[in-house]
């Protein structure tokens, strides 16, 4: 079982930046290939970013590519995402995923952290 702690949240004006944090208990985490996920109210759950569990290969969804950043550290259990010029349709609740390699969909979910970009 893996457990997943999300971090970092807040409220942040149009434009401004956050950094989100997950830390990960798996004594297996560079096995996992790590995800941010968010769900706004009356949409579908969207894939914001990801990385492969050595971090060569990233992933971003066209909405945020230039302005978020995911990375991650195997030493310290942890993926982060660096969130730039932040716009009001950014706020959601942002979930911290992982899943197997090999594995087709995420099967561990944090908890959720809310970002809210005020206009």
């Known amino acids: 079982q893996v457990q997943l702690v999300e971090s970092g949240g807040g409220t942040v004006q149009d434009g401004g930046s956050l950094r989100l944090s997950c830390v990960a208990s798996a004594s297996t985490f560079s096995m996992l290939t790590m995800g941010w996920v968010r769900q706004a109210a009356g949409k579908e759950r969207e894939r914001v970013a990801s990385?492969?569990?050595?971090?060569?290969?990233?992933y971003y969804v066209d909405a945020v590519k230039g302005r978020f950043s995911i990375s991650r550290d195997n030493a310290k259990n942890a993926v982060y995402l660096q969130m730039n010029s932040l716009k009001p349709e950014d706020t959601t609740v942002y979930y911290c995923?992982?899943?197997?390699?090999?594995?087709?969909?995420?099967?561990?979910w944090g908890q959720g952290t809310q970002v809210t970009v005020s206009s």
């Open positions: 990385i492969s569990f050595n971090g060569r290969n990233t």
């Open positions: 995923a992982a899943r197997w390699r090999g594995d087709s969909g995420y099967t561990y």
